[in-house]
């Protein structure tokens, strides 16, 4: 993901800040719409066991100040009737998507980079799953909402923290992807490595040349 950006944090948080009169838990909506603009997130997809809360709204907020897009996906229609009604004019910002979260996550928004999943959800950890062997190389902010009592995730690579924030939130960044390119340059072969360190989520760059054709004879 991008670096993080206090100024978009801040704005972020205060919009939804307004709009706590709607929200049953105002903390949780500013606390999940403050990490995604922070974090400059542009494709924010929120997986719902249900109608969909005031925290869609908190990513509307945030996706203003990166120039993102939220989408909104749903079991049924009855919860997308639901959703928009509770919603009103905020629905407006949002792009709502009946289907399977899982399955969607690992094909038409495989380039999420911020992801909120509902607990309720019977296979929420296998949607962090689907995120998680996703497409996007810059990684993904993944988090639990409504999250007590329902165990900690098992991410490769990742450590998940459980705040007690609301009914409880899972946290987890997924680390970017090593990329390797290939070159070839001035005869030589060249080959560039991006690692990430799992501690730190610093990322170290190698580049390793080699003689092109070079051939090693008994």
């Known amino acids: 993901m ?5 100024e978009n944090a801040t704005k972020a948080y205060l919009s939804t800040l307004k ?25 924010m997809v929120v997986a719902c066991a249900n109608v969909t809360s005031s925290t869609a709204l908190a990513l509307a907020a945030a996706a203003h100040q990166t120039g993102g897009r939220v989408v909104c996906i749903l079991p049924g229609l009855e919860e997308l009737q639901s959703s928009t009604e509770f919603l009103g004019l905020g629905s407006c910002h949002i792009d709502f998507v009946i289907g399977e979260a899982q399955a969607l996550l690992l094909k038409e928004y495989k380039e999420s980079d911020f992801v909120l999943i509902d607990c309720h959800l019977e296979n929420h950890e296998e949607i ?14 993944v988090i639990g909402y409504n999250a007590f009592g329902k165990g900690s995730w098992r991410v490769n690579g990742s450590k998940t923290q459980l705040l007690p924030i609301g009914e409880g939130l899972l946290v987890t960044r997924i680390g970017a992807k090593a990329r390797v390119n290939n070159g070839d340059c001035g005869g030589k072969r060249s080959r560039w490595v991006v690692k990430v ?3 730190t989520g610093e ?12 051939r090693i004879e008994a």
């Not at 991008?2 to 206090?6: C, M, V």
């Not at 962090?128 to 902010?141: I, K, M, S, T, W």
């Not at 170290?204 to 003689?211: G, N």
Request: some cysteine; hydrophobic content about 40%.
């Open 2 to 6: 991008a670096s993080w950006s206090a």
């Open 19 to 43: 709009m706590g009169h709607r929200a049953k838990e105002p903390d949780v909506a500013e606390f999940i719409s403050a990490l995604a603009a922070g974090n400059n997130a542009k494709l």
């Open 128 to 141: 962090l799953r689907a995120v998680e062997a996703g497409g996007n190389p810059n990684g993904a902010l």
């Open 197 to 199: 360190d799992k501690c």
């Open 203 to 214: 990322e170290h760059v190698f580049r390793v040349r080699f003689p092109h054709g070079k």
